[in-house]
C-alpha cells in the first residue's frame, strides 16, 4: 500500500504546491504544523495515488482540501468528484472546504476537523451495569 503515497514522479509538482501555497492554505497550514491540532501529524502536499491532496494526516486517513474559485468549473467539479470516489476508495476520508471558510470561519473549519478525527466513543452501558448489589 505505500506505493500509493508520493510517488516520485510527482515530486517536482509537490515542491511546487508547497512553494506556491494559496493564501488559505497557508492559514490551515499555520493551525495544522508542528501536531498544533489534537497532536496529529498533517502532512502538506502530499501524493496519494496520482493526486496531491492539500493536507494530510496519516494517522486519521483524512485528506483536506482547500477549494478555489477554479473548482466551481462544471469540468473541475466532475473532475474533482471523481478524484474524490477514487482516493475515498483507498480508505481515506476527504474533507473539502473552499478559500472563503478558511479564510473567514477557521474556527468552524478547525473544530470540523477536530471532529472527524475524534473517534466515537462507544455507546454506555447505562442502567445498573458495573455496579455491585
Known sequence: MTDIF????????????RKNMTKAEII?????KGKQLKGL?????HG???????FY???SRLAIEIDGGVHYYN????????????????GIKVLRYTNNDVVKNLEDVLNDIIKTT???SPPSQGGDAGKDK
Do not use: G
Open 48 to 54: 496519494i495515488n496520482n493526486y496531491v491532496v492539500d
Open 41 to 45: 501529524k498533517f502532512r502538506r502536499q
Open 57 to 59: 494526516c496519516p494517522e
Open 6 to 17: 508520493n510517488k516520485k514522479e510527482f515530486v517536482k509538482k509537490r515542491q511546487y504546491l
Open 28 to 32: 490551515l497550514w499555520s493551525k495544522l
Open 118 to 120: 475524534t473517534p466515537l
Open 75 to 90: 469540468s473541475r467539479v466532475t473532475y474533482d468528484k471523481q478524484r474524490q470516489e477514487e482516493i475515498e476508495a483507498l
